[in-house]
């Protein structure tokens, strides 16, 4: 009998780095709406440690509600050979002096010594025109450049086509986008002008917190991503070992040729699925920004149609709240409406989520400050 071959779990470059091509998010979504239990996240984080997982990204430990789940994570990766990743929310910093605190909370909560990529997270064409403005850009190189982290990366959601300007500057040493089966056609453009930069590329969200797995089988969400040229690791917000095992079972079995090919198939075939339960087929060009009321309507709107496509609005919601979408109201100008090219009244529509949204929030009760 023929003995199939396994893989070891495949490292990539990221950065300055060799990191692996399954990395784990700790203290992401599915955390901070409470679908956890903390024995098993922990036996999770230490399983994957185990496995050979080495990039760990450590998410939003501000929105986090069991601080002690922190620290417990902390006392893992404090003896780990680990590459870790540390998140500054661009969409709410004002300040480079607010970047370095929110740097030295993360890690005071965690309770980490040593930040591996300070990962500049929500960077949009206007996100990136205030932060060159207000410090934080300055003061994120000058972290850099002073050793206090080893790579600045960047989290970024908006078109491919204001990506390379920012890249031209050379500051960033690898970016992170999001990258499920849904958004594979839309997205892989950010893929592509990256690794025209020669710079890997981490994607998030693959398993939209597990929502995907109503259409698509877990290898497929996984390889869909996995295979796709410039991936350097694929993060996945996993909770118990289990999860971790079968994750870390899928990257060391799958096949780039025939299981990537199979993963595009039934991406296509989730993806028609999940459409059909959109409220607006509006494609976020954002061809009707910018609103004079700063008012982001179909990324808001984007987030009303993953509600109902995965009848999940509680991710929605946070998401909402992450990027800070709360705060400025339409004020139904109708400006946005005549710029758009099929005439989607978005603005309604996204006065609408953004009310579901934060009647959805005092449910989570995310925003409590007893939770930081
Ligand atoms: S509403 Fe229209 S213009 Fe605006 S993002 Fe959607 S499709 Fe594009
Ligand atoms: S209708 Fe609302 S979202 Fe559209 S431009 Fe006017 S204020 Fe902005």
């Known amino acids: 009998m023929i003995q199939k071959e396994k893989k070891i779990l495949v490292s990539r470059q990221y950065g300055n780095k060799q990191i692996s091509a399954i990395g784990l998010g700790l203290c992401g979504l599915r955390t901070l709406a409470g679908h956890f239990k903390k024995d098993e996240a922990v036996a999770a984080l230490g399983k994957a440690l185990e496995s050979g997982i080495n990039y760990i990204d450590l998410g939003f430990p501000e929105l986090c509600p069991d601080k002690a789940l922190l620290k417990a994570y902390g006392a893992l990766l404090n003896n780990a050979d680990v590459s870790i990743c540390v998140k500054a929310n661009v969409l709410k910093l004002t300040s480079g002096e607010e970047l370095t605190v929110q740097l030295r909370s993360c890690m005071e909560a965690y309770g980490i010594t040593k930040v591996t990529f300070l990962q500049l997270y929500g960077v949009n064409r206007t996100a990136w025109n205030r932060i060159r403005g207000n410090g934080v850009l300055q003061k994120a190189d000058e972290l850099k450049e002073t050793g206090a982290v080893e790579n600045l990366s960047m989290h970024y959601t908006d078109d491919r086509f204001y990506l390379k300007p920012i890249l031209q500057e050379g500051i960033f040493d690898g970016i992170s986008i999001e990258l499920s089966a849904i958004e594979l056609p839309r997205n892989s453009g950010s893929l592509k002008i990256a690794g025209d930069f020669h710079l890997g590329t981490v994607v998030t969200g693959a398993l939209k917190n597990g929502c995907i797995l109503s259409e698509l089988s877990l290898k497929d969400a996984i390889c869909a991503e996995f295979f796709a040229p410039g991936v350097s ?83 929605s919601a946070l998401q909402f709240e992450i990027e800070n979408l709360a705060g400025k109201e339409c004020v139904h100008c109708g400006k946005c409406q005549s710029k758009c090219p099929r005439e989607f009244e978005i603005g309604t529509i996204a006065t609408k989520a953004a009310e579901l949204f934060r009647s959805q929030l005092k449910e989570v009760n995310c925003c409590d400050p007893r939770r930081v």
Do not use: H, W
């Open 233 to 315: 690791s694929v993060l996945l917000e996993l909770l118990t070992a289990e999860e971790v095992q079968k994750a870390v079972e899928i990257s060391e079995t799958s096949d780039r040729g025939k299981d990537y090919v199979r993963a595009q198939l039934a991406a296509k075939k989730a993806r028609d699925a999940f459409y059909k339960k959109r409220e607006i087929q509006c494609e976020v060009c954002r061809c009707c920004m910018p609103c004079p009321e700063g008012f982001n309507a179909p990324r808001i709107a984007e987030l009303y149609n993953e509600a109902l496509m995965f009848d999940a609005p509680e991710y």
